[in-house]
């Protein structure tokens, strides 16, 4: 006769796990409730590269889709959330984009059940349809953010990728659950010191069933002969709790993410750890999806898509001051720069220094200044603006 508990054998014949039995292990919800929020708090803008400088594309119909109303009954910040979730744990987020005539008019967030695929046949030009409620699109028609794709439509998730390291900590909480149902109490056996007649054997089981079903029912009166002798603890209930603890930091590496993260204690190097190798592989699967999806062909040149990822990116005050006033050194950024990061308004002060920290140089006039001589000129030997020649 096996001598497992039928309890935990019922429990592991079990060996899909499905999005919503993972979503009910607590470290693997934490995990994706950070990704996912982190990547809906971000906007999206649209910048442009034309003669060595980037600037902002301010205007853009498109960067409101994103970021504010999305033309859809989601919000931008519960369309980037949703698609963010979707990338994670089912390898990839679609939605599709309504045009009218050459306007872009809104995305529509499509969930990865409502989603299926044509593939082709040719594995060097690929090319596949997408099916929603019975209709064909083509590929064009979507925005397709995907994670660990061969094909650029399809990829891999997490839920895919971990079954087994996923199932551990989903059976330890469904057997946990399990036994709580039963009230707690101990499992064992009844030793009797005569035969028992069929009627009493089955007064006793009926008797222990209601104990053990956490009804109201919590004594059971045994005759005499008959005695309950306790099973001794497994090593799964023994080690319960330190488990539990395993299974989270198992589950939380499975997206990079430190435990600490989820429990609020993380340090600052955590936090930048976790942003790094957590989030932004995924803002850099959305960017790829907009920059090919959400572009038209002609604007590929000189547009992209970016998230604004200052505000996720910084650091204590001390680091960033460190780190304005390195770049002001080094010439890599002006003053005014270092405070539009800071969300300060501009001095004014568009100088550079050149050396020996007492010549300023204006880049946009071409007029050099040196407070200790008083002496101002142009580069080039062009007049200053004293008038003598620099």
């Given at each position: 006769m096996d001598t497992m508990d039928p309890l935990l054998t019922a429990i592991l014949k079990q060996d899909t796990i499905t999005r919503t039995e993972a979503m009910n292990i607590p470290a693997f919800a934490g995990c994706v409730k950070y990704i996912s929020e982190s990547v809906a708090s971000l906007p999206v803008m649209l910048?442009?590269?034309?003669?060595?400088?980037?600037?902002?594309?301010?205007?853009?119909?498109?960067?409101?889709l994103l970021n504010e109303d999305t033309g859809d009954l989601l919000t931008g910040y519960q369309f980037k959330q949703a698609l963010a979730?979707?990338?994670?744990?089912?390898?990839?987020?679609?939605?599709?984009?309504?045009?009218?005539?050459?306007?872009?008019?809104?995305?529509?967030?499509?969930?990865?059940?409502?989603?299926?695929?044509?593939?082709?046949?040719?594995?060097?030009?690929?090319?596949?349809?997408?099916?929603?409620?019975?209709?064909?699109?083509?590929?064009?028609?979507?925005?397709?953010?995907?994670?660990?794709?061969?094909?650029?439509?399809?990829?891999?998730?997490?839920?895919?990728?971990?079954?087994?390291?996923?199932?551990v900590p989903y059976n330890a909480l469904r057997y946990e659950n399990a036994l709580l149902k039963k009230g707690g109490n101990k499992?064992?056996?009844?030793?009797?010191?005569?035969?028992?007649?069929?009627?009493?054997?089955?007064?006793?089981?009926?008797?222990?069933?209601?104990?053990?079903?956490?009804?109201?029912?919590?004594?059971?009166?045994?005759?005499?002969?008959?005695?309950?002798?306790?099973?001794?603890?497994?090593?799964v209930e023994l080690q319960m709790n330190e488990n539990k603890e395993t299974n989270a930091a198992a589950v939380c590496s499975l997206f990079t993410v430190p435990p600490a993260i989820l429990s609020g204690t993380a340090t600052e190097d955590e936090r930048s750890n976790a942003f790094q190798c957590a989030v932004l592989p995924v803002l850099k699967a959305i960017e790829a999806a907009l920059n090919r999806d959400f572009l038209l062909e002609e604007e590929k040149?000189?547009?992209?898509?970016?998230?604004?990822?200052?505000?996720?990116l910084k650091g204590s005050p001390e680091k960033r001051f460190k780190a304005y006033r390195d770049g002001v050194e080094s010439n890599v950024l002006q003053i005014d720069e270092a405070r539009y990061m800071e969300n300060l308004p501009p001095?004014?002060?568009?100088?550079?220094?050149?050396?020996?920290?007492?010549?300023?140089?204006?880049?946009?006039?071409?007029?050099?200044?040196?407070?200790?001589?008083?002496?101002?000129?142009?580069?080039?030997?062009?007049?200053?603006?004293?008038?003598?020649?620099?």
């Open positions: 910048y442009r590269e034309t003669g060595g400088r980037v600037e902002e594309a301010g205007g853009d119909p498109r960067v409101g979730e979707d990338i994670v744990v089912e390898g990839g987020g679609y939605a599709y984009i309504r045009r009218e005539r050459n306007e872009w008019a809104g995305l529509y967030y499509v969930d990865r059940p409502s989603i299926s695929f044509l593939p082709g046949v040719d594995p060097i030009f690929k090319r596949c349809g997408i099916v929603v409620a019975g209709r064909e699109y083509r590929d064009f028609d979507f925005l397709k953010a995907t994670r660990k794709t061969r094909d650029g439509v399809r990829g891999i998730g997490v839920l895919a990728e971990s079954q087994i390291a996923l199932a499992r064992g056996f009844l030793k009797s010191e005569r035969p028992l007649t069929k009627e009493a054997i089955q007064e006793l089981k009926d008797s222990w069933r209601r104990l053990y079903s956490n009804s109201n029912e919590n004594v059971v009166v045994l005759n005499k002969g008959v005695d309950f002798k306790e099973a001794s603890s497994t090593s040149r000189e547009y992209f898509w970016a998230f604004d990822t200052k505000e996720a001095l004014g002060l568009n100088f550079v220094k050149l050396g020996l920290q007492d010549v300023l140089y204006d880049p946009k006039t071409g007029v050099f200044y040196t407070p200790n001589t008083n002496q101002a000129g142009k580069l080039n030997g062009q007049k200053g603006v004293d008038g003598n020649e620099g």
